[in-house]
């Protein structure tokens, strides 16, 4: 009978172990799980739950929303006081833009639920979102960018915050979706007005490439500032020619960034290998993909093989070749330089605020790495002074300001060159970051300079500095 | 008359505690609902059948546990709130069903002379489960896939292997008590094991196949693994020997492992159950309403009478603990695993301390029955097992499973009643 009654209770152990470890499963699925299954596509209780939270609204850096939310007759409206302004920002529905890139924050689901949530009494509100842009510089650089196609894109010199990020053609949220036929001559539009091309679009880098591989022979001490080059106005390899619209004759380095010398940089090309492009355009992060919650595409140079390797390394060199790089990519590797040579990550949310205020994310500075040594970008930044002062890029001067800048003219397949213009100020403590892509538009300075110079100067003038 | 003895007021006290857990609970229903707080006196009818039973099993005899009704009581009045909320037609006839159990159980407990009777049932018993199930395979009806249920004369369905579950455990405890000696001494060695004769375990193998026949027959793989595991239970109460069901074990495993390459429902259910994920739609629908369900009570649960067992498959029956978990949360759900740890520590503290084998084998298959049902299906609900239609004993809705249990938890004190001498007070010491 002892025997029988030790082995019950030995039985008895587990149900006890059975109902112990259910429990804890229990709480795995409930608690720990459970924000991530209650933000689930397939739960279809969370729709319905989903559909009672009120959306947070999203503010620009100087509090002034650029979308808020109201009730209508089919659930939460989405309205956007700045309108085309923002648009490529807001998008035009919750599946659009950063509707749909920060729904888990503005809804204050998923990893941004807050645990007291199901304490709080009365209709569950999401959170506002505060980015970092700046309503007003959008409005400018949206009227500056009015009738032409392309994208403008303003950093912070000193945290990599983006400030002003615009792409044209634009659109007005509110009218979309006024009817089918809206939508469909939006969506149909040959002006992609729905494309953001500041993340999205992919262009030849053209000139501006050329602060990039000086920067990058500098850096590797394959040259100096005041190294000589001949130019006589073509310069061929492997049979492909290289040419530039004059003889610029005996040029060094820092006056052939001046001039933009297309000979002098393609025979650059012969001062590094494919290796170390790869190397400094993932240093200056020329074709990563923007940490923004919002689709952004990835950068190419192109394949190298034996046969093309010196034509394409020449070609790269001087802008042309097949590189593709995005408006943001070219804004952050130039913040590169302003930022004495150290790398940082755009971010565009500066905050997201519970309902009662509280801060639950912040975006902060970002540091990804080096990109070239602070002796090497104090000289290239002394370069792009020389390019507004006294080169192509006199265009974009400031008054009782100096500028860092390079103009670029990308040749392109669809028609005329497409205009590029990347700069900061002030170059001897920069504060913005500013650069322009306008489609078909020709020659570098005239048409992206001025974009470039007004938006920079608002930016100075409302960050203090101007 | 004495003054009540101290556990007596105990339980009292219990079940009106109960009482108030209850009614309170039905009143928020009731509001939640927009009916008349008045029908909270339903889930009441529930609580007031167990203290009604509790007073008569009194009058027969009062040496009994004071801990079963109690706990019992307060998981069938939650089943019956959930139930009330899910479907009013269904916990009316939940209620009928309950008073109908509760009535049985205080008749059982007194037509019960002596337990130990019982186990000269022992081959009656497990005769009638055999053709109870034999019936089932060949004239069961099938609902939801599982061929379980038996009609009777048209009006109620029954389903056997419920009450195949009780007959089961009277006759495992019969017979392994008859043959206590000979299972543990009359043995030899077969492949370095010590083993018992086959003419000794040819009975208790047979049920092994049973219920692997059960298993592929029925589609009830529930079942198998309630019938498997209390039939591996009970040969270690008579042997005492890990090994036998470390063999029971991989035989099982084995037989899984066929089944999984040999029928596609079978393989299905596994699937299901491995990567729901991959049809949220289709066959994973069930178990990730579940999941969500639990999800969706969080820590402290959405409350009663808020929607959401409207999406769950099977809400009343095999899935009402996700319903649980969803309205009261962690706490409340972890609250009644808690009451299912306590009823088997109770029925296992009764097989304990019985001084006859057949009772206290008797007390244990049946507590063995009562927590592997619960964590089977609970397992279910929450992925950890393969999810499988069986009831939460007391909680889901179904009129077999609720008499049964009431018939179990009269066997479960008959032998306290009857195989426990040093009761002292009406209570076990």
């Known amino acids: 009978m002892n025997e029988l009654g030790r082995n019950i209770k030995r039985v008895a152990m587990i149900p006890a172990v059975g109902f112990a ?36 609204a999203i503010f620009d850096s100087e509090g002034e929303a650029i979308l808020e939310v109201e009730e209508g007759p089919d659930g939460w409206q989405a309205t956007y006081p700045a309108g085309e302004a ?16 920060l729904r888990s924050a503005r809804l204050g689901i998923g990893k941004h639920e807050s645990p007291w949530a199901e304490f709080i009494e009365g209709p569950l509100q999401g959170n506002d979102i505060h980015l970092t842009v700046d309503a007003e510089a959008q409005r400018l650089a949206t009227r500056l960018m009015r009738r032409e196609a392309g994208a403008v894109v303003a950093l912070d ?136 919650p919002m689709p952004s595409s990835t950068g190419t140079i192109g394949e190298f093989t034996d046969a093309n390797r010196q034509v394409l390394l020449a070609e790269t060199a001087f802008g042309q070749g097949r590189t593709l790089v995005t408006p943001l990519a070219i804004a952050r590797a130039t913040l590169a330089i302003a930022n004495s040579g150290m790398a940082l990550e755009p971010f565009l949310v500066k905050s997201i605020a519970s309902p009662s205020g509280r801060v639950i994310a912040a975006g902060r500075r970002n540091e990804v790495g080096r990109a070239v040594s602070e002796e090497t970008a104090r000289i290239v930044a002394g370069m792009m002074v020389n390019v507004v002062e006294e080169g192509t890029g006199g265009v974009a001067s400031i008054r009782r300001l100096k500028v860092a800048g390079k103009t670029g003219s990308a040749e392109n397949p669809h028609g005329q060159a497409h205009s590029w213009f990347t700069a900061f100020a002030p170059a001897d403590n920069p504060q913005v970051v500013v650069t322009a892509v306008v489609e078909n538009a020709g020659a570098g300075a005239e048409t992206a300079g001025p974009i470039v110079r007004e938006v920079m100067a608002l930016l100075l003038s409302r960050s203090g500095a101007g | 008359m004495t003054a009540i ?26 509001l939640g609902m927009g009916i008349s707080v008045l029908q909270a006196a339903r889930p009441l009818a529930v609580v007031g059948a167990f203290i009604a039973a509790a007073m008569m099993l009194d009058l027969a005899d009062p040496r009994r546990d004071r801990w079963l009704l109690p706990i019992f009581a307060l998981l069938s009045g939650i089943g019956f709130l959930l139930l009330w909320q899910l479907d009013p037609r269904l916990a009316s006839r939940q209620l009928i069903w309950m008073l109908t159990g509760s009535g049985l159980m205080v008749a059982a407990y007194y037509l019960i002379e002596d337990v130990r009777d019982l186990a000269r049932l022992k081959y009656t018993s497990g005769l009638a489960a055999l053709i109870l199930v034999g019936l089932t395979l060949v004239f069961g009806v099938e609902h939801g896939g599982a061929r379980l249920w038996l009609d009777v004369g048209g009006l109620l369905s029954f389903q056997p292997s419920e009450l195949v579950k009780v007959l089961m455990c009277i006759f495992l405890a019969g017979y392994v008590a008859e043959r206590w000696d000979l299972l543990r001494e009359d043995t030899r060695r077969v492949a370095g094991f010590q083993m018992p004769k086959l003419r000794h375990i040819a009975p208790l193998l047979l049920m092994v196949i049973f219920s692997l026949a059960i298993f592929v027959g029925q589609r009830d793989l529930g079942a198998a693994v309630l019938f498997f595991g209390l039939f591996v239970a009970m040969t270690y109460l008579a042997t005492g020997r890990k090994a036998y069901a470390l063999i029971a074990f991989v035989l099982f495993a084995g037989g899984a492992f066929a089944a999984y390459s040999f029928f596609p429902h079978v393989a299905t259910r596994i699937d299901m159950w491995l990567n729901p994920w991959g049809e949220p739609l289709g066959r994973g629908y069930q178990i990730l309403q579940g999941l969500f369900a639990l999800a969706e009570g969080g820590l402290m649960g959405t409350g009663f009478a808020t929607a959401g067992g409207a999406t769950i498959p099977a809400a009343s029956t095999d899935l009402i603990f996700a319903v649980a978990a969803q309205q009261m949360g962690l706490f ?98």
């Open chain 2, 5 to 30: 003895p101290d556990r007596r007021r105990t339980e009292l006290v219990l079940l009106l505690f109960v009482a108030l857990i209850i009614g309170a609970g039905g009143v928020l229903v009731c």
């Open chain 1, 86 to 101: 923002t648009s490529h920002l807001t998008g035009y529905n919750n599946r659009s833009g950063l509707q749909w890139g």
């Open chain 1, 21 to 56: 470890a259910m429990c804890l499963l229990l709480g795995w699925w409930q608690v720990i799980r459970g924000p991530e299954l209650r933000a689930h596509p397939n739960n279809s209780r969370a729709q319905e739950r989903l559909n009672n939270i009120q959306p947070g």
């Open chain 1, 157 to 292: 010199a000193r945290t990599g915050a983006i400030l002003a990020m615009v792409s044209a053609p634009t659109y007005d949220p509110a009218l979309v979706l006024q009817s089918e036929w809206d939508f469909q001559m939006f969506q149909e539009d040959p002006g992609k007005p729905e494309y953001n091309r500041a993340l999205q679009g992919l262009y030849p880098p053209g000139s501006v490439m050329k602060i990039f591989t000086a920067a990058m022979t500098l850096d590797l001490q394959r040259v100096e500032r005041e190294t000589t080059f001949d130019c006589t106005g073509s310069y061929e390899i492997d049979g492909a020619k290289v040419t530039c619209p004059r003889a610029h004759g005996e040029v060094t380095l820092d006056e052939a960034l001046q001039v933009s010398c297309n000979t002098t940089f393609a025979r650059l090309g012969r001062y590094f290998t494919a290796d170390e492009l790869a190397d400094y355009l993932q240093r200056f992060r020329l074709l990563e993909r923007a940490a923004v």
């Open chain 2, 332 to 429: 409340g759900a972890t609250a009644i695993l808690l009451l299912f740890a306590l009823a088997a520590h109770r029925s296992f503290s009764i097989a304990w301390r019985a001084t006859d084998r057949f009772g206290a084998l008797l007390a244990s298959a049946l507590a063995i029955v009562f927590s592997l049902q619960a964590l089977v299906i609970v397992g279910g609900v929450i992925k950890l097992i393969p999810l499988t239609g069986i009831t939460l004993p007391f909680v889901s809705y179904g009129g077999t499973s609720v008499i049964v249990n009431f018939i179990a938890l009269a066997l479960l004190m008959a032998v306290a009643r009857d195989c426990t001498p040093h009761l002292r007070g009406g209570e076990l010491s």
